[in-house]
């Protein structure tokens, strides 16, 4: 294991209060093989409030209240680069009024692609949030510490985007390139 691999490992111990034994952090590839490997160390504790849902609304209103984007344009499925307005200072103005860290989506990011041979392989899977709910994930993720009552968690969802907070955070990958099947190695450069 390399020392980042070590680093990002004992930062979710320590966000989890949990000790992941050496050969099953062997075995992580991917985000889903440590939100599992955390997963079987901790007791949920379901609550009746679904914080992603809360989140979602709360950018909801106030994408209505400050843009005038209606409701019935800001869903869960709506593609993120016909939502949001196109400007400059938007992700900086977002985060100045609401308090949340936001990902940056931009209209001309795509996924880099390179060729060899004849064939065509993607550098990264994903470049952009291309829908509300990926940005909400994100939002979700960059702000772990505000959301999920560490190590209390309540669901799969808690642990998986405070897996990829503490991985944006601690290797510096802007969060769009982070998604549960991402893997640490090969899409992160992780040795």
């Known amino acids: 294991m390399s020392l980042d691999s070590v680093e990002l490992l004992i930062e979710w111990e320590k966000a989890f209060a949990i000790s992941i034994p050496d050969l099953e952090a062997e075995n992580i590839v991917t985000v889903s093989d440590a939100t599992e490997a955390i997963l079987r ?3 949920l504790s379901p609550t009746p409030h679904c914080k992603s849902q809360w989140l979602f609304y709360q ?23 016909n ?9 900086d103005t977002i985060e ?4 949340w860290l936001v990902p940056r989506v931009h209209k001309d990011e795509r996924p880099s692609e390179f060729r060899f041979m004849g064939f065509t392989w993607g550098k990264y899977k994903q470049s952009t949030p291309y829908t509300i709910r990926h940005f909400i ?45 991402t893997r640490f190695v090969d899409d992160l450069g992780l040795d």
């Not at 950018?59 to 680069?81: D, M, N, R, W």
């Not at 100045?96 to 308090?99: H, I, P, Q, R």
């Not at 994100?138 to 999920?148: G, Q, R």
Request: charged share 20%; net charge negative; hydrophobic share 40%.
């Open 137 to 181: 994930d994100y939002v979700f993720a960059l702000n772990y510490t505000k959301l999920v009552s560490l190590p209390v968690v309540c669901n799969r969802y808690e642990v998986e985007k405070t897996i990829m907070g503490i991985t944006t955070h601690c290797l510096g990958v802007p969060i769009h390139r982070i998604r549960p099947d």
């Open 41 to 43: 160390q901790v007791a």
């Open 83 to 91: 939502v949001f307005p196109a400007t400059d200072t938007l992700w």
């Open 96 to 99: 100045a009024d609401t308090g």
């Open 59 to 81: 950018f909801q209103t106030y994408f209505e209240q400050t843009f005038h984007i209606p409701k019935e344009k800001f869903l869960p499925s709506a593609h993120s680069i």
